[in-house]
């Protein structure tokens, strides 16, 4: 499975943005997914995840009631909708996928490219 993950950019605080996590076969559809991020200097950090189906959605703390992790099933793409953007979430952004939800990214199998998100103040 190869994922491809676009969207990112700049955005003022207060702002929103869109990421993309596209899968390259089918056969994603039946993976869990995750988007992490990383700032320089610091571990990776779970951001958010979504089931196979769909139906269960988890959040970082720090995200809950601003972003929302959604998915496509026809197109293979999983999005995260990022609202009311803070200069602290300024960081690459990778999308993951993996056999189940996890908070852990050695539990993910596949990972895409990152995509940098800057969040001005």
């Known amino acids: 499975v190869q994922l491809q993950a676009s969207g990112g950019g700049l955005a003022q605080a207060g702002g929103s943005l869109r990421l993309s996590c596209e899968a390259s076969?089918?056969?994603?559809?039946?993976?869990?997914v995750a988007w992490f991020r990383q700032t320089p200097g610091m571990e990776r950090k779970f951001v958010a995840s979504?089931?196979?189906?769909?139906?269960?959605?988890y959040y970082a703390d720090s995200v809950k009631g601003r972003f929302i992790i959604s998915r496509v099933t026809a197109t293979d793409t999983v999005y995260l909708q990022m609202n009311y953007l803070k200069p602290e979430d300024t960081a690459v952004y990778s999308c993951?996928?993996?056999?189940?939800?996890?908070?852990?990214?050695?539990?993910?199998?596949?990972w895409g490219q990152g995509t940098q998100v800057t969040v001005s103040s």
């Open positions: 993951a996928a993996g056999s189940h939800t996890s908070y852990t990214d050695s539990d993910y199998d596949y």
């Open positions: 076969s089918r056969s994603a559809s039946y993976y869990a």
């Open positions: 979504i089931s196979w189906s769909g139906g269960n959605t």
